[in-house]
């Protein structure tokens, strides 16, 4: 029988390095013991459907979030619409009084400037 000659053999009492052992999966286990409801491991045929139904309820927890903040900032800016057509109802009446004949009068008295008692003539030209 020939070689193995593309690994290369490890020497008695040597093991390969691991880093600290330790991995992310290794600590799940340690700490939700699922080896109690699942057996030996996990079976490999549920993963696909588990993943699908946890990317799901991710997309759905997504999406509930971005709706609350959605009518969040659509309450805000309803109450600045609120605010500002006050606003503007307040100013437009104001214009209205202070451009009443009598208010312009009030205005302009101290410039002895009279109010018109007559109507204006008109005039015209003859060609």
Known sequence: MSQNTFRKKLKTGNKPKAGSGKTIFTWIEEKLDVTKLLGEGVPVQFVPPVSFVVLLGLIYIWGNHRAD???????????????????????????????????????????????????????????
Do not use: F, G
């Open 69 to 127: 903040n959605m009518v969040r900032k659509i309450e805000i800016v309803q109450q600045e619409v609120e605010d500002l057509r006050a606003d503007v109802t307040t100013l437009e009446a104001e214009y209205m009084l202070s451009s009443m004949q009598s208010e312009l009068a009030k205005k302009v008295a101290n410039q002895e400037i009279v109010e018109l008692e007559q109507p204006p003539i008109k005039i015209t030209l003859k060609d």
